[in-house]
C-alpha cells in the first residue's frame, strides 16, 4: 500500500438503497461489485474517492428473521447492527481484488454538532485518504433515531463533499437525475443543467420517496443546490446503468442532472455553519433594516442594533437561526454570548458584534 497517495482531483460517491437494493429487499452484490470495478478504473484515472454508501439495513434485514415482532426503532437498530457488518466485508472483499484498502466511519449528526467534532472527523477521513484508503462512510444507524437521524444519506454525502473539499459529489439513484415531469412519462425528460443562480425548479420535484430509503428527490435536490452554492459540483444519476461513474466524469454528454457549482470561495468555517441548522438552539430576530445590510453583498456581522427578540436557552458559541420580520429563516450563526446576554444588548449601538460574519451563514 502506498503512502501519501496524491490525486489530482477529490470526490465522493454516494450510494442509495434503491441502487443496491433488490426487489425483495436484499442486497444486489453484482450492482454493488460494477460499482467497485468502476470506482477502482477511476482511481487509475487519479480520482480521489470517498464513499457514502446506504445498504446497511437492507444487508441486515436479508440475513435476519426476528423471533418478535419489532418497533421501527428497534427493528432499524437490529438490522443496521448486523448489515453494517455484512456490507463492510463485502466492500473490503471487492475492493481487495484490486489491492485497494477501504475503512469504515459511521456518522451521527452530532459528529457535525461541535466545531472540535467536526474537524476530529475531517482529521480522520484525511490521514485515511492520505495512506490511499476509502473511506466508507454511513449513517451510524445503530444509535442515530428520531430528530438525532439525518434526513437520509444524500444529507451525509453533503456534509462529507463540504468539509473535505471535494470538487464533486455524485449521488447515484435508481432514476436519471431530475426530470421536467413525472419520470413514469416518457414526454418527460431529465433536466441535463440546473444554475443555481438562475433556475427554480421546485415544481418539476415528485415528492414521493423510494420504497429502500428514507428521502426522495426533493431532499436531494435541496442538498444538491446547497452544496453547489457552496462551490461543490453535483451530479444525480442512475447508478443502475452499467459503467456509470466513469462515464459521468469522461463523458460530458452521459444522461444526468448536473448542478453547476458556484465560484465564490466559501472557508471551511462558514461550509460547518451552513449545515448547523438542525443543530441550532434557539432563534434570533432581526428587523428589515438588519436583514437588508446581512443580506447584501457586504462582509458584515449580526449587530445587536438591528436585533428584536431572542427566542431559546442558548450558551455562548451555539448555533442559533436567524428569523426575519415575517417569521422566514434566512440564516444561521454561532452567537458570541448566551440568550441572556444577547437579549441585554438588544438595540445597543456600540457593542462587538453578536454573530461574527466569519461564524454567520445568510441564505441568498
Not at 476530529?120 to 490511499?132: A, D, I, P, S, Y
Not at 415531469?181 to 415528485?206: C, F, H, R, W
Request: charged fraction near 25%.
Amino acid at each position: 500500500m502506498k503512502t501519501k497517495a496524491t490525486y489530482k482531483c477529490r470526490i465522493v460517491i454516494k450510494i442509495g438503497s434503491n441502487v443496491l437494493g433488490r426487489k425483495d429487499g436484499s442486497l444486489d452484490i453484482t450492482r454493488m461489485s460494477a460499482l467497485v470495478d468502476q470506482m477502482a478504473e477511476l482511481r487509475k484515472l487519479g480520482y480521489e474517492i470517498i464513499l457514502v454508501s446506504s445498504g446497511a439495513v437492507a444487508s441486515g434485514k436479508s440475513a435476519l428473521k426476528p423471533k418478535n415482532k419489532l418497533d421501527l426503532v428497534s427493528a432499524r437498530q437490529l438490522y443496521s447492527a448486523v448489515g453494517q457488518v455484512r456490507l463492510i466485508n463485502q466492500y473490503y472483499t471487492l475492493f481487495d481484488h484490486y489491492n485497494i484498502v477501504c475503512g469504515q466511519i459511521l456518522a451521527t449528526k452530532e459528529d457535525f454538532a461541535t466545531r472540535r467534532h467536526y474537524l476530529n472527523q475531517r482529521n480522520c477521513m484525511t490521514v485515511m485518504l492520505e495512506n490511499g484508503i476509502i473511506p466508507i462512510v454511513n449513517e451510524n444507524d445503530t444509535i442515530s433515531v428520531n430528530e438525532l437521524m439525518f434526513t437520509d444519506n444524500d444529507e451525509l454525502s453533503g456534509l462529507v463533499a463540504t468539509m473535505m473539499n471535494c470538487r464533486t459529489l455524485i449521488i447515484l439513484s435508481n432514476i436519471d437525475g431530475i426530470f421536467d415531469g413525472n419520470p413514469a412519462d416518457p414526454k418527460s425528460k431529465v433536466i441535463l443543467e440546473i444554475d443555481t443562480k438562475k433556475d427554480n425548479i421546485e415544481d418539476y420535484i415528485q415528492t414521493s420517496k423510494s420504497s429502500a430509503g428514507r428521502g426522495g428527490m426533493q431532499t436531494k435536490y435541496n442538498i444538491a443546490r446547497k452544496i453547489a452554492e457552496e462551490g461543490v459540483e453535483v451530479i444525480i444519476a442512475n447508478g443502475k446503468k452499467d459503467n456509470i461513474l466513469p462515464d459521468l466524469l469522461t463523458k460530458p454528454q452521459t444522461i444526468c442532472t448536473r448542478f453547476n457549482p458556484s465560484s465564490k470561495r466559501v472557508s471551511t468555517v462558514k461550509k460547518w455553519i451552513a449545515h448547523s441548522e438542525s443543530f441550532a438552539k434557539g432563534e434570533i430576530h432581526i428587523n428589515n433594516g438588519a436583514k437588508e445590510v446581512l443580506t447584501s453583498n457586504k462582509a458584515v456581522s449580526l449587530l445587536p442594533v438591528g436585533i428584536t427578540n431572542v427566542i431559546g436557552t442558548f450558551e455562548a458559541d451555539d448555533i442559533v437561526k436567524i428569523i426575519d420580520e415575517s417569521g422566514k429563516q434566512i440564516g444561521v450563526g454561532r452567537t458570541a454570548f448566551d440568550n441572556e446576554g444577547v437579549t441585554k444588548l438588544i438595540g445597543h449601538n456600540n457593542s462587538k458584534p453578536i454573530i461574527h460574519y466569519d461564524y454567520l451563514y445568510i441564505d441568498k
